[in-house]
């Protein structure tokens, strides 16, 4: 791969550019405040490794995150990061379930070192365990956050125990190989009368390409 093509295209030469998602898509207007952001984070990390405490997902679908998220929430968390840190300075409760043995160890020193005693890391690296909530009462989850595992199964499961109004977030829907038929399982969800379906398509902090990502609200009554 040519230097040019690095530059336009990252690690992924199937993506048409940077500035598509990986099924090609353009980016909302709203990426145009987040290429900046995301050309400096994403050379600030790579000089100095240090990441931000922001979920590394869509600017525009933060925005949305954090225009909804209330105090008194309980989240439960597929696939471990920054955003768990973000999510525990402003839910209640936030459960995160982790494939990697040694990211479970770093966010639960990262929660520690922030006096964050909110969150409970879970190490679940078998596919099946991570869709396994039968711990969860159903109804009892403000937001489901999909970012790893077996994306459409972890939606199937997850749906009954989201609270009538709450939400299911996926990102990466448009990554084939990770997260596979998500997005036509949140589409199918987004037929009952009363549900509603957002979809986001920005840059990402500390990753210089634009990524797509789903939200779901469940309806209400």
């Given at each position: 791969?040519?230097?040019?093509?690095?530059?336009?295209?990252?690690?992924?030469?199937?993506?048409?550019?940077?500035?598509?998602?990986?099924?090609?898509?353009?980016?909302?207007?709203?990426?145009?405040?987040?290429?900046?952001?995301?050309?400096?984070?994403?050379?600030?990390?790579?000089?100095?490794?240090?990441?931000?405490?922001?979920?590394?997902?869509?600017?525009?679908?933060?925005?949305?995150?954090?225009r909804h998220i209330c105090p008194?929430?309980?989240?439960?968390?597929?696939?471990?990061?920054?955003?768990?840190?973000?999510?525990?300075?402003?839910?209640?409760q936030v459960d995160s379930f982790?494939?990697?043995?040694?990211?479970?160890?770093?966010?639960?020193?990262?929660?520690?070192?922030?006096?964050?005693?909110?969150?409970?890391?879970?190490?679940?690296?078998?596919?099946?365990?991570?869709?396994?909530?039968?711990?969860?009462?159903?109804?009892?989850l403000d937001l489901l956050v999909?970012?790893?595992?077996?994306?459409?199964?972890?939606?199937?499961?997850?749906?009954?125990?989201?609270?009538?109004?709450?939400?299911?977030?996926?990102?990466?829907?448009?990554?084939?190989?990770?997260?596979?038929?998500?997005?036509?399982?949140?589409?199918?969800?987004?037929?009952?009368?009363?549900?509603?379906?957002?979809?986001?398509?920005?840059?990402?902090?500390?990753?210089?390409?634009?990524?797509?990502?789903?939200?779901?609200?469940?309806?209400?009554?």
């Amino acid at each position: 791969m040519t230097v040019f093509a690095k530059l336009l295209h990252g690690s992924d030469p199937a993506r048409r550019s940077r500035f598509h998602t990986a099924e090609g898509a353009r980016p909302d207007l709203a990426a145009v405040f987040g290429l900046p952001r995301s050309a400096v984070s994403t050379l600030w990390f790579r000089l100095t490794g240090r990441r931000p405490i922001v979920p590394w997902i869509p600017y525009n679908a933060r925005q949305a995150l954090a225009r909804h998220i209330c105090p008194d929430w309980q989240v439960l968390e597929i696939g471990s990061g920054m955003s768990t840190l973000w999510l525990a300075r402003r839910c209640r409760q936030v459960d995160s379930f982790e494939a990697d043995p040694d990211w479970v160890q770093k966010i639960r020193a990262e929660l520690q070192r922030l006096g964050l005693p909110n969150v409970r890391v879970h190490y679940r690296w078998h596919w099946q365990e991570l869709c396994d909530f039968s711990a969860w009462p159903d109804e009892s989850l403000d937001l489901l956050v999909v970012d790893g595992g077996p994306r459409p199964e972890c939606i199937e499961a997850g749906f009954p125990k989201v609270k009538p109004g709450g939400y299911i977030y996926v990102d990466n829907t448009d990554q084939p190989r990770t997260a596979g038929r998500s997005k036509s399982v949140l589409i199918e969800l987004a037929r009952q009368p009363g549900a509603r379906l957002w979809t986001f398509r920005d840059f990402v902090p500390c990753n210089f390409f634009v990524n797509e990502a789903l939200l779901y609200q469940k309806p209400s009554g």
